[in-house]
């Protein structure tokens, strides 16, 4: 199968942020021989993952729901991005995640990436960069990758700071993991 990484729109997401995103994960995965593609339908984001006490969406919901969605395709990876505010299990909020068994989809939400959120300045390069970075964090895991400890973008993280004091790039271990999960899929 071609290795495509297919971006999903869902619900009210501007369009320029898919088209960032997929110019900056074909730069960071060129030597893999990845191409990035955006659907071209979006996904309509259910009411019922709406989750009115904790006003956030279930993230898990979503992946279900993109599920169902891609019943019909094939496809090597999905990435979701939703600007929704998500959150998972425990978790009061999520930047993102990935399914857990058969890890092929993974949703980002780019809410809590934007300086706007916390009544601060707009700023559109340091946006963009955030979403680089979770959307590789999550892309990561479904190439096989776990937490690391290391300077590197799989570190987890909780927080805005935790998540702005991680590298846009993977440590060499991961990149050598990420390197053999991709020459055996
Ligand atoms: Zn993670
Ligand atoms: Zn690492």
């Given amino acids: 199968m071609k290795k495509r990484i297919l971006l999903l729109k869902i619900g009210q997401v501007d369009k320029i942020i898919l088209v960032n995103l997929?110019?900056?994960l074909e730069w960071v995965f060129k030597d893999f021989?990845?191409?990035?593609?955006?659907?071209?339908k979006e996904l309509d984001l259910n009411n019922?993952?709406?989750?009115?006490?904790k006003r956030k969406y279930n993230a898990?919901?979503?992946?279900e729901?993109?599920?169902e969605y891609l019943l019909d395709y094939d496809f090597f990876r999905v990435l979701g991005i939703v600007k929704e505010d998500i959150y998972s299990g425990?978790?009061?909020?999520?930047?993102g995640c990935a399914e857990r068994i058969i890890a092929k989809i993974a949703l980002i939400s780019v809410i809590r990436l934007n300086e706007i959120f916390y009544n601060r300045t707009k700023d559109n390069s340091l946006?963009?960069?955030r979403i680089l970075r979770e959307a590789i964090h999550e892309l990561g895991h479904t190439f096989g990758l776990f937490h690391c400890q290391d300077y590197c973008v799989?570190?987890?993280s909780n927080s805005l700071m935790e998540a702005d004091n991680k590298p846009i790039r993977f440590c060499k271990n991961c990149l050598k993991k990420v390197e053999v999960f991709l020459s055996k899929t």
Avoid: A, C, W
């Fill in 22 to 24: 997929k110019k900056n």
């Fill in 33 to 40: 021989q990845i191409k990035v593609r955006i659907l071209p």
């Fill in 48 to 53: 019922s993952y709406y989750h009115p006490e």
């Fill in 60 to 63: 898990d919901r979503i992946i």
């Fill in 65 to 67: 729901g993109m599920n």
């Fill in 90 to 95: 425990t978790y009061n909020f999520i930047f």
């Fill in 127 to 129: 946006f963009e960069k």
């Fill in 154 to 156: 799989m570190k987890f």
